[in-house]
């Protein structure tokens, strides 16, 4: 089946500092991809919609400048938290979908990064 | 503004019997839902779909209903299993909007011995 590897699963950095997340299909390409975020015994709220080559579609409230996404292959994007404070701590996931409408398939999910800014 | 809810956010189910996990939606353009199942620092792993055109779709131990009217569907688990212990997502798409899905806030299901 298809596979999403996402890359780190936990990372600790200071407050300030930037943080990329990497997001891989291994065995599809992926020409979608979308990042989640899901705090506490919360739903995964949608953070943004990559499509191969061109920019990313973000949901309302979700600071564009402040959560950097490249989709620059079929197989890979990226997730760069910029600056981060606190408050962005969170777990992050990313899925992908082969197909723009996906005929109705399932995204597949990578296994998330338990991000926490001290 | 929850368009996928659900409103157990727990639950406890004896190994052997059945599970019943809920969910409602308010948005009539979704027209294909799914169930996830998540464990802990894991990303969702996909279990069952239906589509609006079906009321009921079986796969092995895992069937799903959907009641349209009632904006409604449901996940059955049976026999429940300790494996099956994890986190389940509802979640709900809308044809045309590139997979784009809307989460409900999972219902733990703890399966005991």
């Given amino acids: 089946g298809a596979v999403v590897s996402q890359h780190p699963s936990r990372v600790i950095c200071k407050s300030g500092t930037s943080v990329k997340i990497e997001c891989r299909s291994l065995d599809f390409q992926a020409t979608t991809m979308f990042w989640y975020r899901q705090f506490p015994k919360q739903s995964l709220m949608l953070m943004a919609t990559s499509n191969e080559g061109s920019k990313a579609t973000y949901e309302q409230g979700v600071e564009k400048d402040k959560f950097l996404i490249n989709h620059a292959s079929l197989t890979l994007s990226t997730l760069t938290v910029t600056s981060a404070h606190p408050e962005d701590s969170s777990f992050y996931i990313c899925s992908a979908s082969g197909d723009r409408d996906a005929d109705n398939s399932p995204l597949h999910f990578g296994n998330g990064t338990r991000l926490t800014v001290t | ?113």
């Fill in chain 2, 1 to 113: 503004d929850q368009q996928v809810k659900q409103n157990s956010p727990s639950l406890s189910v004896q190994e052997g019997r059945i599970s019943i996990l809920n969910c409602d939606y308010t948005n009539s353009m979704f027209d294909y839902f799914l169930w996830y199942k998540k464990y802990p620092a894991e990303g969702p792993t996909f279990l069952i779909s239906i589509s609006s055109i079906k009321d009921k779709n079986e796969d092995g131990r895992f069937t799903v209903f959907l009641n349209k009217s009632a904006k409604h569907l449901s996940l059955h688990i049976v026999p429940s299993q300790p494996g099956d212990s994890a986190v389940y997502f509802c979640a709900a798409r809308i044809t045309g909007t590139a997979s784009k899905l809307t989460f409900g806030t999972g219902t733990r299901l703890q399966v005991t011995l």
